[in-house]
């Protein structure tokens, strides 16, 4: 070892509590100059997303607001909507955390093509899936036929219709989430309760949830933003029945055809909603601590 080496040894010792020397520091976030090449980009990406909003609330009818929010339709379809995106995402946490956990959690064979498969619906056109639905669920679909002939259930153009819709769309962005929370966790601690006598349902139920759940409340807020937005899967398979199926969406879109100003009052609510509820439940999804 040369003087040179020896002396910087000895500096890291004295520097440091009980001889070992110092880790050094890692540079501190956000310190530096920050590339014009990325900062352009960046800029022109978040006025490309923000210009829409601002949009809608510069052109908003602010006077007649009260006059357009006023109509009973008007509550009727945020009434209809979120009772339905709820009912989807309840659904979609009573299938979608164990489909989750399945993928996650145990191997079997064909478990890339169930993951490719739950994944569809994202990539899926939603008016593609609401053909599909029909064709499955419809009064002469594959399973509909089986379903009105023996129990007299009819889902198509009913608001337990909407929820279906809504469930086949939403349900991904929670089963994603969850998986890939399910699979950054450790799995020892359901390793440990397993040896001292839980069995793996009991160790899901008291050891697993408690530790994704973080992740299991993002999905969920996905997955109920998602069905409340939903139009292309709802007005194919449900169709557009006021107090029954037309919700804030379809609403919106009829209303834009005939009144224009009514389309943005509707919209100017939705965009409260949403809002409302992502600032809500903003700790829970981001995590602790987030800015």
Known sequence: MTDDSRSAAAAGRRDAPGGRPRRPRAARRGSGRVPVALVLPALIGLAFLLLPLVALLIRAPWRDLPHQLAGAAVWQALRLSLQTATLATAASLLFGVPLAWLLARTAFPGRRLVRALVTLPLVLPPVVGGVA?????????????????????????????????????????????????LRAADARYEEAAATLGASRLTAFRRVTL??????????????????????????????????????????????????????????????????????????????????
Not at 226 to 255: C, D, H, K, N
Not at 270 to 291: D, K
């Open 133 to 181: 639905l029909l064709l499955a669920l419809g009064r002469n679909g594959v399973v509909g036929r089986w379903l009105d002939s023996a129990f007299g259930v009819t889902l198509p153009f009913t608001t337990s219709g909407v929820v279906v819709a809504e469930t086949f769309v939403a349900m991904p962005f929670l089963v994603i989430t969850v998986e890939g929370t």
């Open 210 to 291: 408690p530790m994704i759940a973080p992740g299991v409340a993002a999905g969920a807020v996905l997955a109920w933003a998602r069905a409340l937005g939903e139009f292309g899967a709802t007005i194919t398979f449900a169709g557009s029945f006021p107090g029954r199926t037309q919700t804030m969406p379809l609403a919106v879109y009829l209303a834009l055809q005939d009144d224009p100003a009514a389309a943005i009052a509707l919209s100017l609510v939705l965009l409260a909603v949403s809002l409302a509820v992502l600032a809500g439940l903003r700790e829970r999804w981001t995590g602790a601590g987030a800015v």
